[in-house]
């Protein structure tokens, strides 16, 4: 700091651009889609300053049309992990030094980047990489991951700001460090902002980063590489690494640098990441900082004074937009009986008028799942479902992989609150739904605690503001992130921090000064001006 107290620009929202037919955005990200589709990228590692091919290969192919390729990605060997870490380190003394805004700066100029001449080149890439319509992609890849960069200076401003108090005899100084070490970044397939925020957060703070992006997401991360490097990212920095994600853990979780791990995906792994930490602890300098946003089997409860048309676009956009590939999609409901008929009625007239197909016929509100693994699993679950006696399919329930991965949207009533798809995480576009007598409102609510092992989002659907506050309570510690009369998705940077508890993470809430601080050690210097000079205290005269 040294030369000034200084203040950031004030971060706003990027605001959402409609594609509204007609409008320049459209146009605009329609020739980059079709220019990129039509390209063949080859994405090497990122290890320092080298761009380096492994000569290990695999395809990337678009999920809404598998046999198509629009590139190729080079996955790391033992040697290329140890050369990342490496590099991380030989780059960390000087980029910790770099004053605090000169590292703001960089992240800025990255968020101006992706907001202007990258916004198509990112949308257009998350779109085909990740089977995301243009608005799904707009809302995550041009306007959350810039929120999560103009925030996250912010909240670092506003960190070192906040300070002790002090008084004559002494001046009392908070500084926050950098971690010691390298922190560890793996980022999921569904979103392209958390990809670019996980390693990025982290390193806005002064650490360097490996980061292993999801082998599904490889096409939008190789961009926002190029977005990182021509904002000024020193080489070393951020290094992205893709190959076996279990060999690359496992070097990764050995070295005695490691200082922290920044994670979302599956529940299963982090906690075998974790296991894995505390089976080397004794090998590492530091006590790691694991830092996790794992699974969800998120909720809409709908009270019997609630408007059926709004439950029933609750359940429509909540569990279906992007297939339900969000950790905070709604896949299991809760209807009061009163209402279940209309709200029935509403929802297969919706889920009958949805358009499927590729991303780029923008009439298609549904496209295809991630990759085969993921559709095989929901294909799995719905006949099941079609041959039990304890639940019946009301919509959708077909599905069809000979050019994409396409399930259509489904849902599935029960007749037992416990039913297995009440319970398990699918990932996917079925819902689940159960209907309950109007009089048990309050054991249902017991009912939404106990089901599941998560804690990540949930929604209450109410006109009764004493339902509504009884549901806010019961349901305080099964949801990070509560809704009151709104879907269960759609979390906004710098207005709903996200995260949740219970096997959901460990609810350091991502786009927040809470995540910030995770990536810090503090240090409190305390100088005082004239020491004592006699050891003796006045009580002892």
């Known amino acids: 700091m040294g030369k000034g107290f200084f203040q950031v620009p004030p971060a706003v929202n990027e605001p959402v651009k409609s594609y509204a037919p007609g409008t320049p955005e459209r146009e605009e990200v329609l020739n980059t889609y079709k220019t990129m589709y039509e390209s063949n990228v080859e994405v090497p590692l990122y290890i320092g300053s080298q761009h380096v091919k492994s000569g290990h290969t695999k395809t990337i192919n678009p999920p809404h049309d598998h046999q198509h390729q629009v590139g190729v990605y080079h996955n790391a060997e033992k040697k290329h992990v140890e050369q990342a870490i490496e590099e991380a380190l030989k780059a960390k003394q000087a980029w910790a030094d770099l004053p605090w805004e000169q590292r703001a700066a960089v992240f800025l100029k990255a968020a101006d980047l992706i907001s202007g001449p990258y916004r198509q080149k990112l949308n257009a890439a998350t779109m085909i990489g990740q089977g995301k319509n243009i608005f799904q992609a707009e809302i995550d890849s041009a306007c959350e991951i810039a929120d999560f960069l ?3 200076v912010q909240y670092m401003s506003e960190i070192f700001e906040e300070q002790p108090e002090s008084d004559e005899k002494a001046w009392n100084r908070v500084e926050h460090r950098p971690l010691e070490g390298f922190v560890y970044a793996i980022t ?27 082998d599904s997401q490889i096409f939008s991360a190789n ?23 279990e060999m690359i853990t496992d070097v990764i979780l050995a070295h005695e640098e490691f200082s922290g791990i920044h994670y979302t995906g599956s529940t299963t792994v982090f906690k075998g990441i974790w ?32 408007d059926a048309k709004v439950v029933s676009t609750a359940l429509v956009r909540g569990a279906f937009e992007f297939q339900g590939q969000k950790c905070s999609a709604a896949s299991r409901a809760y209807i009061s009986k009163s209402i279940w008929p209309d709200v029935k009625k509403l929802l297969i007239e919706d889920i009958e008028s949805f358009k499927i197909g ?18 095989d699993k929901l294909a799995k679950y719905i006949d099941q479902a079609k041959n039990s006696d304890e639940a019946e399919i009301i919509a ?19 007749t037992n609150p416990k039913y297995e798809t009440m319970e398990t995480e699918l990932f996917g576009p079925v819902l689940t739904i159960y209907v309950y007598d109007d009089d048990k409102f309050e054991e249902t609510l017991d009912l939404v605690d106990d089901t599941s092992i998560y804690a990540l989002t949930g929604s209450i659907i109410s006109t009764d503001r004493y339902a509504a506050a009884l549901a806010t309570k019961k349901l305080e510690n099964c949801a990070g992130n509560f809704y009151i009369n709104d879907k269960c998705t759609g979390a906004v940077v710098g207005r709903q921090p996200f995260g949740g508890a219970r096997s959901s993470g460990t609810n350091d809430k991502a786009g927040s000064k809470l995540n910030l601080l995770r990536w810090t050690s503090p240090r409190l210097i305390k100088e005082t001006f004239v020491p004592a000079t006699d050891y003796r205290y006045p009580f002892m005269g």
């Open 150 to 152: 103009r925030f996250n």
């Open 223 to 245: 961009v926002l590489m190029e977005v990182f490097q021509e904002a000024g990212v020193p080489d070393g920095v951020i290094n992205m690494i893709i190959g076996d994600p």
């Open 275 to 306: 296991s894995k930490i505390g089976q080397n602890i004794h090998n590492y300098k530091y006590y790691p900082r694991i830092v996790g946003e794992t699974g969800g089997k998120d909720f809409i409860v709908a009270h019997k004074s609630a």
């Open 188 to 214: 999921p397939f569904n979103f392209t902002a958390i990809a670019g925020n996980l390693p990025s957060s982290a390193a806005l703070m002064g650490n360097v980063t490996v980061w292993k992006p999801s």
């Open 358 to 375: 590729p991303p780029d016929n923008m009439k298609n509100f549904i496209n295809a799942v991630i990759h085969e693994r993921s559709f």
């Open 396 to 414: 959708g329930g077909t599905y069809d992989k000979s050019k994409g991965w396409f399930v259509n949207p489904t849902v599935i009533v029960t």
